[in-house]
T-cell receptor
Framework: GEDVEQSLFLSVREGDSSVINCTYT??????LYWYKQEPGAGLQLLTY?????DMKQDQRLTVLLNKKDKHLSLRIADTQTGDSAIYFC????????????FGKGTSLLVTP | NAGVTQTPKFQVLKTGQSMTLQCAQD?????MSWYRQDPGMGLRLIHY???????DQGEVPNGYNVSRSTTEDFPLRLLSAAPSQTSVYFC???????????FGAGTRLSVL
């Protein structure tokens, strides 16, 4: 399938902002998602954005979408140690019905 | 509101054994899917279904069978387990719009 690319690791200090980046290749993607996964746990939907939007803000989370460059980012303001987790970018592409195409995940480490 | 329920949570099999991973949703969703998650690989689509009686293959279908006799249930069958099928398996469902996919808590499977 189409590739969704993410950097593998990010380390930030508590209180700083975190920015996790993602690039996707399916220009027909209608929805793009950010999921959070804590160790040994399932997937938690953090937020999603429809492809006709440029930005979506939800409390500490800001999603930016650059459709021309097929680039998606997730900014977490005032990052806390509880934000340490793996963050997955996913696109709902044009194949396989509503199936999601996931990136490999970015492991975020927040240090005190 | 149970959402998406997966059973069992953990399973250990010997090579060659068969088993069925259960997935049930109580949201009357038409679309259901199975993913597997391997370290460093993100989630990959195994099989999906767009409604009762309709199933199709995803990215990594070999070694797995599915059926969809009811809207609520979408079991995943391993006919002859192999060590390469050691993974975490997630089931997901989505309504008509397909904008939000709800994930189960996962089944952690080890094949020895």
């Amino acid at each position: 399938g189409e590739d969704v690319e993410q950097s593998l690791f990010l380390s930030v200090r508590e209180g700083d902002s975190s920015v996790i980046n993602c690039t996707y290749t399916d220009s027909s993607s209608t929805y793009l998602y950010w999921y959070k996964q804590e160790p040994g746990a399932g997937l938690q939907l953090l937020t999603y954005i429809f492809s006709n939007m440029d930005m979506k803000q939800d409390q500490r989370l800001t999603v930016l979408l650059n459709k021309k460059d097929k680039h998606l980012s997730l900014r977490i303001a005032d990052t806390q140690t509880g934000d340490s987790a793996i963050y997955f970018c996913a696109e709902r592409g044009s194949n396989s019905g509503y199936a999601l195409n996931f990136g490999k995940g970015t492991s975020l480490l927040v240090t005190p | 509101n149970a959402g998406v329920t997966q059973t069992p949570k953990f399973q250990v099999l010997k090579t060659g054994q068969s088993m069925t991973l259960q997935c049930a949703q109580d949201m009357n969703h038409e679309y259901m899917s199975w993913y597997r998650q391997d370290p460093g690989m993100g989630l990959r689509l195994i099989h999906y279904s767009v409604g009762a009686g309709i199933t199709d293959q995803g990215e990594v279908p070999n070694g797995y069978n599915v059926s969809r006799s009811t809207t609520e249930d979408f079991p995943l069958r391993l006919l002859s387990a192999a060590p390469s099928q050691t993974s975490v398996y997630f089931c997901a469902s989505s309504g008509d719009k397909g904008d939000i996919q709800y994930f189960g808590a996962g089944t952690r499977l080890s094949v020895l």
